[in-house]
């Protein structure tokens, strides 16, 4: 199983970004995919999960409204589209994968799989 975050980087307060996650090794539309974030002497923290068929997702209260996860099964991807940065979403951010569901990985982000993160840093 791998899976390659890119499209992290610098961006100002108020910015956007779009974090893309390219995957391979196993069927990718019978599992769930999210993000999660780790910042410097935090804990990980989970971002968003997106349901195999990509009809539901979940969000963790502090990006609700601002960023929106997606999934193309056609091209084995999933992306994380992120508005309104603010400072505290510094971190690197990892797209992680495994065999339970969302509402689980949306309390525990213990993922089973995971790429090796991209940094995204909001600053002016």
């Known amino acids: 199983v791998q899976l390659q975050a890119s499209g992290g980087g610098l961006v100002q307060p108020g910015g956007s970004l779009r974090l893309s996650c390219a995957t391979s090794?196993?069927?990718?539309?019978?599992?769930?995919l999210g993000w999660f974030r780790q910042a410097p002497g935090k804990e990980r923290e989970g971002v968003s999960c997106?349901?195999?068929?990509?009809?539901?997702?979940l969000y963790a209260d502090s990006v609700k409204g601002r960023f929106t996860i997606s999934r193309d099964n056609a091209k084995n991807t999933v992306y994380l589209q992120m508005n309104s940065l603010k400072p505290e979403d510094t971190a690197v951010y990892y797209c992680?994968?495994?065999?339970?569901?969302?509402?689980?990985?949306?309390?525990?982000?213990?993922?089973?799989?995971w790429g090796q993160g991209t940094q995204v840093t909001v600053s002016s």
């Open positions: 992680a994968t495994g065999i339970r569901s969302c509402s689980y990985y949306y309390v525990t982000p213990t993922y089973d799989y």
């Open positions: 090794g196993f069927t990718f539309d019978d599992l769930e």
């Open positions: 997106i349901s195999s068929s990509g009809s539901s997702a």
